[in-house]
Nanobody, 124 residues
């Protein structure tokens, strides 16, 4: 059983940056692909970014490509999401997720473990 805890959310102005962190425990974390999803009020949860087990590959949603970077430190059981050039439409609750897979899944149903989420608010 993997437990995930996100941190780093908050209020930022348009054009600003935030770095989210996800701490994993309870499993051998380098056996898991990790991802970030987000959900805004009244909208479905949507894929943001994913990173392969060893960190060698990543995939991003078109809406964040070139602005967000995901990385991981398996020695520390951590995953990060660096968010730059934030826009009001990036405001949402951001969730960390993990899946015992070799590939880079982009749908929520493919992930087995979820954090509780961290709120990101972007003021215009």
């Amino acid at each position: 059983q993997v437990r995930l805890v996100e941190s780093g959310g908050g209020l930022v102005q348009t054009g600003g940056s935030l770095r989210l962190a996800c701490a994993a425990s309870g499993g051998w974390f380098n056996n898991y692909a990790a991802a970030w999803f987000r959900q805004a009020p009244g909208k479905e949860r949507e894929f943001v970014a994913t990173i392969r087990r060893g960190g060698s590959s990543t995939r991003y949603a078109d809406s964040v490509k070139g602005r967000f970077i995901t990385s991981r430190d398996n020695a520390k059981n951590m995953v990060y999401l660096q968010m730059n050039s934030l826009k009001p439409e990036d405001a949402a609750v951001y969730y960390c997720a993990a899946a015992s897979r070799w590939d880079l899944p982009t749908t929520a149903a493919q992930y087995d473990y979820w954090g509780q989420g961290t709120q990101v608010t972007v003021s215009s």
